[in-house]
Every structure is written in structure tokens, then in C-alpha cells.
Nanobody, 121 residues
């Protein structure tokens, strides 16, 4: 069974940076590599939203709210997905999750525990 493990969250001041990591354990490379991988987030009282996705270095997409501030990347050899977040804003506070996208753009695997990002003065 695929296990998604997110890490790297924390408390940061507005304007600060964080780098999130996601490890897809119990997944062989031949399964990891063809997937489009994505980061989602869920703020208190709100629905989970798609933040960024990556297939290749030239095929990345971002929500308008994070464009220019966040960078998604992947390491196929280590089966990891990263989210570099800069110029963090109060509204970026949320639990962040990673997942692969199905052909219908729905999340493909069981959610991990997520990693909390709190932006506060």
C-alpha cells in the first residue's frame, strides 16, 4: 500500500520561506515516475485545494494564489516531491498534502498526515 509522508512544515513569519518534502514510500520507481504529482493544502474551515502540480520540469502548474512564490519539483530517483515556498503570506497557513493526480485530476492515493504550515507575525 502506498504511503505518502509529508514533512518540512513549521511556523514562519510573513515573507519567510519553507521547503516541504513528500516521500512516496512503498512505491516502486516504475509506478512513481509516470505520475503527475501535486501539492494540496487545506486551511481551517476550507476545502482542500490544489496548489501545484508537476510532471516534468517543463510541465508545472500553479494556483494563481501561489504563482511566482512557490516552486514544485520532483526527484524520481528518490521518489520525492518538493514544494519550495517563498514570500509566505498569512493566507498560506494550512495543512499541506501531496498526492498524485489521476487521469481525471482527482487525487490518486490515500492521503498522508500532511504537514502544518503556519504563517504568523
Amino acid at each position: 500500500q502506498v504511503q505518502l509522508v509529508e514533512s518540512g512544515g513549521g511556523l514562519v513569519q510573513p515573507g519567510g520561506s519553507l521547503r516541504l518534502s513528500c516521500a512516496a514510500s512503498r512505491m516502486i520507481t516504475s509506478v512513481f515516475n509516470p505520475n503527475v504529482w501535486a501539492w494540496y493544502r487545506q486551511a481551517p474551515g476550507k476545502e482542500r485545494e490544489l496548489v501545484a502540480s508537476v510532471w516534468t520540469d517543463s510541465a508545472r502548474n500553479y494556483a494563481d494564489s501561489v504563482k511566482g512564490r512557490f516552486t514544485i519539483s520532483r526527484d524520481n530517483a528518490w521518489k520525492k516531491v518538493y514544494l519550495q515556498m517563498t514570500d509566505l503570506k498569512l493566507e498560506d497557513t494550512a495543512v499541506y498534502y501531496c498526492n498524485a493526480l489521476s487521469t481525471t485530476n482527482a487525487p490518486k492515493y490515500t492521503w498522508g498526515q500532511g504537514t502544518q504550515v503556519t504563517v504568523s507575525p
